[in-house]
């Protein structure tokens, strides 16, 4: 069988259970047998994160755990540099020579991917499943011109081609916003509805997200 790898990318400045959702969403539409979430070490597009990597990751671990379909990519958080999704499908690329990448983004990516560094490269490498988000459409930004030219019209074409392919995801819309999930915490506001019990004990436990970024 030919190993895919299906990357969810992201901050994670904390993981919520919107995160979770997308992931898990996108695995049972897709048929994708794991989604690895993938912490970013240096994002180029926006603030840096408020914690550090290791904190960052070890609540991923903690919310991905009991979710067999979900994993976790920790390669963005070994570098120095920022973290760019060209350089980590061409290192994937090296190491799984035949492997099929999927890139799971939202449609907020979309909407700007043209300025994403190299972003030729990665549709020449990978495959993008693009996740609805609120406040965005297919009709903003570099989305309409990308959809009509890389657009999946089937699960088994998106399954087949190693790359070139951007599937639009037919997900639920979850409005959690890191940001406000940051500030509610500062707030000492409660947040249970937006975060899983183990990564809020683990906030809790290393006073995490008590100034506002």
Known sequence: MTKQINLLGGTFDPIHLGHISIARAVAKECQ???????????????????VSAEHRLNMVKLATAPYPELGVQSMELHR??????????????QQYPSAHINLIIGMDSLSRFCS????????????????????YSVEQGDAPKL???????????????????????????????????????????????????????????????????
């Open 32 to 50: 994708l047998q794991q989604v690895d979430l993938m912490p970013c070490h240096l994002p180029p597009h926006r603030q840096s994160p408020g």
């Open 80 to 93: 120095s540099s920022l973290s760019y999704t060209a350089e980590t499908v061409r290192l994937l690329h």
């Open 116 to 135: 994403w560094h190299q972003w030729q490269t990665i549709l020449e490498q990978a495959n993008l499943i693009v996740c609805r988000r609120p406040g």
């Open 147 to 213: 959809i009509s030219q890389y657009t999946c019209d089937s699960l088994e074409k998106l399954q087949q081609q190693r790359y070139g392919q951007i599937w639009l995801s037919r997900n639920a819309m979850v409005p959690i916003s890191a940001t406000e999930l940051r500030l509610a915490l500062q707030q000492k506001q409660i947040v249970q509805q937006w975060i899983t019990p183990d990564v809020l004990a683990y906030i809790q436990q290393h006073n995490l997200y008590q100034q506002v970024n």
